[in-house]
């Protein structure tokens, strides 16, 4: 009898799960709530003169802005992806992954190697005037610093979010309702039309709404070239009127915006999960292509490819060399230390609070654990500028209430306990990323059949030994992926560093922003480089993904 | 023999929908049970019941002795000292054939545990793929690794859920009958869950056939067969078909195609209607016979054909016959009835009837 297990005790450990997991999903939403509920706080002056003078401006820019960039991804994403997927070509396997490496740049990184190479002392403009001998304002150039330019800058970084799903997409549908097509007598070309891309478009869609949501989310790119959107709007109201209410309500404006979209996405995705009628894709059948129509596609793919990675990393390779020995020095090292402290601990504590959150779901898998699983998943749509309003609100609330009690009380004033240090930055990179982790640990436990536990416990394994013994070792490879993308997604944040860093405290990401912000391109190219050459980590996870994929086949 | 395990008046329920109900047997130490049924009849959340996964509505489920699951109270699974081989096998990928069989026996000293290992290799004829990993070896393969992990710390009590539903057909029998060999040499108890008779025959000492969440029968498969408990179970064991006809005096029934055959189920007065199961073997094929029918349709078989006829009445029967005896369709043939066991029930509409040959394990 000493062995029993009674219901009750069953049950509180159920509760304790329950309540573990609603009120951790409910600090991380914390900030999305606060923000949202300055929707039903009375408008301030401010925000009535906000609507009279900039408001519009805001709207238009951004909606025009959503525009070009799905122009351009679409331009770029889905037309690669077929090429790469489903048509052979030389050089097409390298293709499949280098498409991928633009994702390793930061929009505002591009944006300013842009403008350095363009500018009128830039290296094209100075060969364009050697060449033809003309003089300043004899000429017409187009202007890169422009809502347009930004619309481009950001295409060219983002259209691999459009390239990866898309070409998921093709793969999938390949072997089956493909060759049903050819056989009833539809040529290649027109099988595209008509069939593979109606079938994908539902991955399309995804793939571009995450390209949109980065797009409402960027701050560097737009504020560099001078383009006011929501995300400058909020800064400017912060910092130059400030007034948090405003900024707030701007915040939950943005995020009605970014709600269209995850709906928009989600929406999507599940349609392309039915639309994946075949479960098993055999080796496909390549469309050969000619000898013009080959070269047509590597000067297409090589175009994405060269635009987006190896023009501007090039160029600040060679910005990097130029200033290498008067700019790496101690205070370089302080940045990567920085850096790689503030990724590491966040990507630490998101995992641990991924694994956290995913293995009780798998435990209990009651619908309030499941809905406080995705209530902390939240965040990975909403832009870091609302994020860092969002944090910055209650916990200087918190911080003041204190201080004022502790100096009331006590006669000593505290000051800011929380709101001032790195807690709250970790907090909001927490609130940001903690998705990307959780998306991947959950998938990797999902992979995991529920019989692996079942054996474990009937061979006298305790569910915590089950996870140790078990889940970890068969995790590994999830688990560092979880790490590493979080790792290096926090390397690349601006908007929420530069708002909630402490007082003198720098980044990677926030020293590139600023030497390029004050004209330095050159001082900013080596801080730039050492982002992107990490952001080139979970590229080539991708990429072995899609190599080992296609091996299983 | 001791009995090992109790099932007592057991139901399980998902969400308050009863899954099975009122399940009674026992199994004594060394025997080898069978739950038999059509997909979704319930046998696998009985297993699960008994293995701790799922808590009970009523009942109570005792084990060498102790209770381990009552309503409200649920030994986990870890404290219960069983062990299971699933659909899938679940062997774990990240350790070898040896570490997946010792991963039960972490309880135990090296020494022990290094000698029983050695024991399961040898049994299970795994010695050469001790070092492999499981993705490395054949469904059979990894099979044996499953049932060797399950057996490694010696449970109580050895649970198989349709161990062999992902193998070939022409395997599976001859699997069953090895595993049987297995755990009769480690005098293992055991119970398996399988929707495929022949499985349960190779394998079972006693088969439980499971029928809408009810126990229908407990019994030997020689008893299932000859002696079906009603007609569920008589549909699901074997081939046959159910004609009707009517009890008349001396306790006989004369069968609508116009036979007369005895006994009648008891209690069932002159005039009530009965249902009759007639095996393909029942009929012989007979070229003198008086009784002809046409044939409907027919299988080949190689050693013999399966016609089915149809009588006068239009009722269908089947019949086995040696396959020289080669007759198209729509040919009368000559058959007679050899019943060797008569099974029948009696109609719904003869109320007052109970039903007969219940062999029913309380018995």
Known sequence: ?????????????????????????????????????????????????????????????????????????????????????????????????????????????????????????????????????????????????SLWGAALMLSLVLYPYVYLLTRAAFLNQSLCVLDVSRTLGNGPWRTFFTVALP??????????????????????????????????????????????????????MLLLFVFTLILLERNSRKKSRYHNTSQRHQSISRIPLKGWQSVGAITYCGAAVLFGFLLP???????????????????????????????????????????FLSYGQRLHNKPIVKFSVRLSGMGYAVPGTVIAVGVIIPFAWLDNSFDSWMRAQFDVSTGLILSGTLFVLIFAYLVRFLAVSLQTVEAGLGRIKPSMDEAARSLGYKPNEVLRFVH????????????????????KELPATLILRPFNFNTLAVRAYELAADE??????????????TGILPVILLSYSITKSRKTK | MPIQLDVKNVSVAYDGVAVVTGINFTLDVGQIGCLLGP?????????????????????EIHLHGKQVSSVGATTPPEKRRIGMVFQDFALFPHLSVSENISFGMRLMDKKQTASRVEELLDLMELRAFRHQHPHELSGGQQQRVALARAMGPKPEILLLDEPFSSMDAELREHLARDIRLVLKKDGVTAILVTHDQFEAFAMADEIGVVGEGQLRQWNNAYELYHRPADTMVSAFIGMGV???????????????????????????????????????????????????????????????????????????????????????IGEKIGVRLDVQHLTSFPMSDCSECQLTNCQSHQS
């Open chain 1, 1 to 145: 009898m000493e062995d029993f297990t009674k219901k009750s005790e069953e049950s509180s450990s159920s509760n304790w799960w329950n309540w573990a997991t609603a009120s951790l999903a409910g600090l991380l939403s914390l900030p999305i709530l606060v923000v949202l509920g300055y929707l039903f706080t009375p408008a301030g002056e401010i925000w009535s003169h906000l609507v009279e003078t900039v408001l519009a401006d805001y709207v238009s820019n951004s909606l025009l802005l959503m525009f070009g960039v799905a122009i351009g991804s679409l331009l770029l994403g889905v037309g690669t992806a077929w090429l790469a997927s489903m048509c052979s070509f030389p050089g097409r396997g390298i293709f499949e992954w280098m498409l991928l490496l633009p994702l390793a740049i930061p929009a505002y990184i591009i944006a300013y190697t842009y403008t350095g190479m363009l500018d009128f002392s830039g290296p094209v403009q100075s060969t364009i005037r050697d060449i033809t001998g003309w003089g300043y304002g004899e000429y017409w150039f187009p202007e890169i610093r």
């Open chain 1, 199 to 252: 079938l994908a478009r539902p991955s399309i869609v995804a793939g571009l709404s995450l390209a949109l949501m980065e797009t409402l989310a960027d701050y560097g790119t737009v504020q560099y070239f001078g383009v006011s959107t929501f995300t400058t709007g909020i800064f400017r109201t912060w910092y130059g009127l400030d007034n948090a209410a405003a900024a707030a309500q701007l915040s939950a």
């Open chain 1, 313 to 355: 990393a090039s160029q600040l390779g060679i910005w990097a060399t130029t200033v290498s020995e008067e700019s790496i020095d101690g205070a370089f090292i302080d940045l990567i230390s920085n850096s790689l402290l503030l990724g590491g601990v966040s990507a630490l504590l998101a995992l641990l609070l991924a694994l």
């Open chain 1, 472 to 491: 970890l070792p068969m995790l590994k490879g999830s688990l560092l992926t979880a790490f590493l993308l979080v790792f290096v997604d926090v390397l």
């Open chain 1, 520 to 533: 330095r391109l050159a001082d900013a190219a080596p801080a730039s480089l050492a982002i992107v050459a």
């Open chain 2, 39 to 59: 997909s979704g009849c319930g046998k696998t959340s009985l297993l699960r019941a008994i293995a701790g996964f799922e808590p009970l509505a009523s009942g």
């Open chain 2, 242 to 328: 159910m004609v009707s006809g009517q009890v008349i005096e001396n306790g006989q029934i004369a069968l609508s195609m116009g036979e007369i055959v005895k006994p009648a189920p008891e209690n069932c007065e002159v005039g009530c209607m009965v249902s009759v199961l007639l095996r393909p073997d029942d009929l012989i094929h007979d070229d003198d016979s008086q009784l002809t029918f046409k044939i409907e349709d027919r299988a080949f078989r190689g050693a013999e054909f399966l016609y089915t006829l149809k009588t006068p009445d239009g009722e269908k029967v089947l019949c086995m016959v040696q396959s020289h005896h080669n007759h198209q």
